[in-house]
């Protein structure tokens, strides 16, 4: 009976699936730390990690492929942490679906943040099931007793508010220590949202248009399509604050939809009255515009459907727009979506990897990809007049990129420095505002096709 007992306790304080400490075991275990073993409380930490985008798995494989996923990732964790951290010293926990705690007894920032940024490095390393390899980021919140919250239900509240904080972040952060002003963060985010929900997309929000140009001609040779939202009251509102937000919404899709259509129409006008940029008509100078896509949409059996719809309904040819994802989202692709670049590549769409740079930075996963251009991300940009490392990286790239047969563009170039050394490094484009702003689609006609035309 004793025996039945204790089996019974361990079952209750276990996660079935992974094997790990449950949710109720590890709020239990806070609970132990501040009441302390000696009657005085404990210093400790809680890591909240999220799987980005596991749901893919579930939806594309199956829950008994997921669940084999969960358990390998769990090793990972475990195993990071046990490299730094005697096996006392902490707990792992599966707390949700695809989320993770680990209770630590460590309440120094600073070791925190490389812990986080180790777990985050782990997690690049591809997780073999089978024949599949899967590709996953986590997102990290970091919450510290006591000054987080004094007691475990608030310091899981506060780990994940740190989690979303970073989730959400413009700078694309993977880790967050909590914050208080992460509260007024939520706060205008919620407001964003009601904003969002109550825009109409037809006169809320236009497209601008940045010109690309070649770095050995200065010939135009594109353009990217570029969201802009300026609300009556609010004024001007970034994409890099809304478009998260939409996302977390469900309502990228709609919002794509609108984008796609609007880009396609424009693209369609344009080279109808400037043939001359229509690569269909073997134009001497044929341009391609830039279409910015969600990652959220590779995920979605509709997306393939529905823009070969638009293209058939808008009269337009796949060849006339350059798909852009970015790194973050291309590594965490799946084999699904690597069979839809595939297919995209067949139609005639090109596909350009955005931001690169800022995610894994190796080339090497891009042979999984039907992948035609990079696009140096601006980070890389700002200081390589001055900065030789950052030289050296973009000149590895470039060359790279080339032994790949794969184009590369600059963004974010804003000086004739930096033209001077990216023409030098072997840069195929660039794109910023060294050589034109976005703009709005009769300024950029005017500026950039009709000028452009006349010559």
Not at 193 to 207: G, I, K, R, V
Not at 239 to 262: H, K, Q, R
Not at 313 to 318: C, G, I
Not at 432 to 453: H, I, R, T, V, W
Request: aromatic share 10%.
């Amino acid at each position: 009976m004793v025996e039945a007992n204790h089996i019974l306790e361990m079952k209750s304080k276990t996660d079935s699936l992974t094997g790990l400490a449950n949710r109720e075991s590890l709020v239990l275990q806070m609970r132990n730390g501040i009441n302390g073993i000696s009657g005085s409380a404990e210093q400790f930490s809680i890591l909240h990690i999220d799987i980005d985008r596991f749901k893919v798995v579930n939806d594309i494989h199956g829950h008994d492929m997921g669940d084999q996923v969960l358990i390998a990732i769990g090793k990972v964790i475990d195993e990071t942490v046990s490299a730094d951290y005697a096996e006392h010293d902490y707990i792992l926990a599966r707390i949700g679906g695809d989320e993770f705690g680990v209770l630590l007894r460590v309440n120094c920032s600073d070791a925190l943040q490389i812990l986080s940024e180790r777990l985050i490095e782990a997690m690049k390393q591809p997780i073999s099931i089978a024949h599949f390899r899967f590709y996953f980021s986590i997102t990290i919140g970091v919450a510290r007793y006591p000054q987080d919250g004094e007691t475990p239900e608030a310091l899981v509240k506060s780990a994940d508010i740190a989690m979303n904080h970073a989730k959400n972040s413009h700078y694309m952060a993977k880790v967050a220590l909590y914050s208080d002003d992460f509260i007024s963060a939520i706060i205008r985010r919620n407001h964003i949202e009601h904003l969002l929900f109550n825009a109409q997309f037809s006169t809320d929000f236009m497209l601008y248009y940045q010109p690309q140009f070649s770095t050995e001609t200065g010939a135009l040779i594109g353009m990217e399509a570029l969201i802009r939202w300026y609300h009556i009251e609010e004024g001007f509102i970034s994409p890099a604050e809304f478009i998260p937000t939409a996302e977390a919404i469900g309502m990228i899709p709609d919002l794509s939809t609108w984008i796609f259509e609007t880009a396609m129409r424009q693209m369609r006008d344009w080279l109808s009255k400037y043939p001359k940029f229509n690569a269909s008509a073997e134009a001497s100078k044929p341009i391609r515009m830039g279409i910015n896509v969600s990652a959220l949409l590779f995920d979605s059996v509709d997306f393939l459907p529905q823009l070969e719809q638009h293209c058939k309904s808008l009269q337009v040819l796949p060849m006339w727009f350059d798909l852009e994802i970015t790194e973050t989202g291309a590594l965490n692709a799946n084999i699904h979506v690597e069979n839809m670049f595939n297919k995209l590549s067949q139609m005639g769409f090109t596909i350009s990897i955005d931001d690169f740079g800022t995610g894994y930075s190796a080339l090497s996963y891009l042979k999984r990809f039907s992948v035609h251009t990079v696009k140096i991300a601006k980070e890389l940009i700002d200081n390589i007049e001055v900065d030789s490392q950052d030289q050296l990286i973009v000149q590895a790239i470039t060359m790279m990129s080339k032994g790949m047969s794969l184009k590369t563009i600059a963004e974010g170039v804003e000086t004739v420095g930096q033209f001077d050394v990216l023409k030098r490094l072997g840069c195929d484009a660039i794109q910023g505002y060294y050589l034109g702003k976005p703009c709005a689609a009769d300024q950029f006609e005017a500026l950039y096709l009709n000028q452009s035309s006349a010559l």
